[in-house]
């Protein structure tokens, strides 16, 4: 029981320092130091084995898509492109069209099988010019850009590329286009939620006379430099991103490297493509370094939040947690509902508290003679809810690009990417019982 007590305890320490903005390293220490010593954990292991090997594993295995990927956001950034497309978005579908166009943007970019983590690095230095010319608070844009990549894309719609959609087939023998009916219907009211809750907050914070602020440090240029020529021309602006996607997926579909290195061939091709095209327009050696720094110190504190994870994982209170959990006998549906999304948000990791679950209960609901293809759907989509927690890497990652606050942001970054999947999973599970497959 003790045990149990300091996982809680750990977590909510976390989430007070994080709102306290300690920087993440001593956060993730001070929530395993806390987790180790109510578990009775011998703590030179847990620090050596459990910490850093979480910690290096994560940096290893990312270290050149968050570093290729701030690279990409700055060489778009620094030399105008970002705000280029902005401008060109802003024409066609209008000045009220800024939520639109990230989301939609966001929407297709992740659907395109780009990570998480590249995408806040991408869309931000379009997002942010969107919002200065709007003149909408900064609060609000972590939830813009994460919506869609951690709902919609990573859980709802048939056939994403994520992790999250792909783990249930091998489970449940089933496809990524497994549950489509479900998916695709919960995928719009998703959308359609979160865009009109956005909104709404926007007309709010306009009649409290809130205002965007740049954050300390923060050059933007205005859209202002499109129409002075500052910026390059628009196609030229579009072209790295285009050859993003084309690389991306022509390297997974015709070779044989695996997909994260796929992806950072593409990112290196489109960096060098842009540096060419905007050879006039920016310092490359300084936009690479400051890219480069930002990319690092990024991943730093995200991989120290995934060393408090594997600490979290490996304690004895989190087994006793994950067993009582799997084995309620409240019926499968609800089962893996409530399960997946306690286990996720403990971690902050939404494959992390799938992949527990269905190692554990897969076979079980395998087993049920429930419909196997609504059972992945269920699952993908309740992974997606209270995995967003703000110890969560992507939350870690988009503000730390963006320079802000989630004492600032989390509250709509909980609205938007906590509780409306989570009631979207609830949608789910009563569909697949009335047989909307």
């Not at 990791?349 to 992945?376: E, K, Q, R």
């Amino acid at each position: 029981m003790l045990g149990i007590v300091g996982l809680v305890c750990a977590v909510v320490a976390v989430i007070f320092l994080i709102w306290k903005n300690w920087h993440m390293a001593i956060v993730s220490l001070v929530g395993a130091i806390i987790v180790i010593v109510f578990n009775g954990m011998n703590p030179v292991s847990a620090i050596t084995e459990n910490f850093m090997t979480g910690m290096s594993g994560f940096a290893g295995s990312w270290f050149l898509l968050f570093m290729l990927g701030s690279i990409f956001g700055k060489v778009m950034g620094e030399s105008g492109a970002s705000v280029g497309i902005a401008g060109s978005l802003l024409k066609l579908l209008g000045d009220k069209s800024v939520v639109l166009v990230i989301m939609i943007t966001g929407l297709v970019l992740s659907y395109g099988g780009i990570g998480t983590f590249i995408i806040a690095f991408s869309v931000y230095p379009i997002a942010v010019a969107l919002f200065q010319k709007a003149d909408i608070p900064k609060k609000l844009i972590v939830a813009t850009i994460m919506v869609c990549p951690v709902t919609v894309c990573m859980a709802m719609l048939p056939g994403s590329p994520s992790t999250q959609n792909l783990l249930p087939t091998t489970y449940f023998n089933t496809t990524a286009y497994a549950g489509a009916k479900i998916g695709i219907i919960c995928s719009v009211l998703m959308f359609a939620a979160a865009y009109l809750y956005l909104n709404w907050q926007i007309k709010a914070a306009k009649a409290n006379n809130e205002h965007f602020v740049a954050s300390p440090g923060e050059n933007i240029m205005d859209l202002q430099s499109v129409e002075q020529g500052k910026t390059p021309e628009v196609w030229k602006c579009y072209v790295p991103i285009v050859v993003l996607l084309a690389a991306m997926f022509g390297f997974q579909k015709l070779t044989a490297m695996p997909s994260t290195y796929a992806v950072s061939c593409a990112m290196i091709l489109a960096i060098v493509i842009g540096c060419i095209l905007y050879k006039d327009k920016l310092d490359i050696q300084l936009a690479i370094n400051d890219g480069a720094s930002g990319g690092l110190g990024a991943l730093i504190a995200t991989s120290s939040i995934m060393g408090f994870g594997s600490v979290v994982s490996a304690s004895p209170a989190y087994g006793i947690v994950t067993d009582a959990l799997v084995n309620m006998n409240i019926g499968p549906l609800a089962t893996a509902l409530i399960s997946i999304n306690v286990i996720a948000a403990i971690t902050g990791s939404s494959a992390g508290g799938l992949n527990i679950f269905l190692s554990s209960m897969g076979g079980y609901l395998a087993s049920t003679g429930l419909n196997t293809a609504m059972l992945h759907r269920v699952v993908c989509i309740a992974s997606s809810g209270f995995d967003a927690m703000p110890h969560a890497s992507g939350m870690v990652v988009c503000n730390q690009i963006a320079r802000t606050s989630q004492k600032d942001t989390y509250k709509h970054v909980f609205i938007t990417c906590a509780i409306m999947p989570f009631c979207c999973a609830i949608l789910a599970c009563v569909l697949g019982t009335m047989g909307i497959i």
